[in-house]
């Protein structure tokens, strides 16, 4: 496949829809295999796209997050693993802007774009069981770490950790391959299959004092909480492609393939009243959720823009706009991908199609926080003016 050159934002948009559309040739076989996808991995370094957020002075295309995140949105229409590996990547790269010191971040800007490297994932800050000591002018990192989502084929990985001196949560970004470091193959979960989000192992793994971020509750500025804005609405935003693509799967299948109810009196399923009825139902659900999301996106970029001068009060407010499009994106979502299946039919579970693939990666990445606490949220500010705390997950 030729791939463009991407000038603008909509270049950038054209040359994910051609790499989704490649995807969804073996989208179905490869979420029944399950493991790592290299080759789509590979088409994603290949692209370009791994330097969408990197500003441009570090040689990356310097895009906004709305972009990245509606990159993100296209790819889960077709594959919900490839577009939470791939947006995990950029919620990687950022963190030594936001944690870091303006050295730390100039330098893993810059090798990512010159090695283009692929960030993984073993942040998971409700893991306790990693430590980093003390060993000279060095620091070793032993122990284990869960949900480690993109870890197989990553370039480098961003860890927490507990300081056994200060017992403080630290930030650390070092190389995938550094010896000792063991990642698990032990995902094996009933949706987004092919994330490799199981556990790593770290066997005194060296890590030098340059590649030790920050500590995380030391951090005092609203802007060091902004990634968990980042990746609370790249999940709204995979959740609405999965949907978005659940839709578009269901309605193809309608046209062509969908028998009418014996009883319904029409010679065509396309014209019956009730498969009409739930096809408008969804759409205006949809259309909420895409227009909350984006109105999250606009005030999430805003929010970036602002960096180390982002106010307390304009975080928050970015965060509860984040929220309600997570709500919406979740609820909408998680039933969308349950009823399309009223609308085409028995024939429609057959295996071939994998149709059940949307509810289970919808199911299963949704309970990677309870949306009951984005609710509790919601409404302690719509009745007590009371914006949410900042913390890892809000």
Known sequence: MQLLQPKTSFDYLAL????????????????????????????LRQSGLLKLIVPKEYGGWGETWITTLKISRELAKVDSSIAHVFSYHHLGVVIPHIFGSIAQKERYYSKTIQNNLFWGNALNPLDRRTIVTAD?????????????????????????????????????????????????????????????SGSIVFDNV???????????????????????????????NIYLGIAQGALAAAKQYTRTSTKPWLTSGVESATVDHYILQHYGNMWVDLQGATCLTDIAGELLQAAWEQEWNLTAEQRGECAIAISTAKVAATKVGLDITNRIFEVMGARATTGKYGFDRYWRNLRTFTLHDPVDYKVLDIGNWVLNEQLPKPNFYS
């Not at 490649?22 to 996808?37: I, L, N």
């Not at 070793?140 to 949560?169: H, M, Q, R, W, Y």
């Not at 930030?171 to 009933?190: C, E, H, K, S």
């Open 136 to 196: 000279g002018n060095n620091f070793l990192l032993n122990g284990v770490k869960s949900f480690c989502s993109g870890s197989i084929d990553s370039d480098i990985l961003p860890i927490t950790a507990t300081n056994t001196e200060t017992n403080e949560i630290a930030v650390l970004a070092i190389p995938t391959q550094r010896q000792g470091i063991q990642i698990q193959d032990d995902w094996d979960n009933m949706g987004q299959r092919q994330t490799d």
């Open 16 to 43: 994910a829809t051609a790499l989704a559309k490649e995807f969804a040739t073996t989208a179905v076989e490869r979420d029944a295999k399950g493991g790592t996808p290299k080759q789509e991995r590979d088409r």
């Open 206 to 236: 060296v890590v030098y004092e340059d590649e030790i971020l920050a500590v995380r509750n030391r951090s005092a500025t609203p802007f060091n909480t902004i990634r968990a804005c980042l990746t609370q609405l790249n999940l709204a």
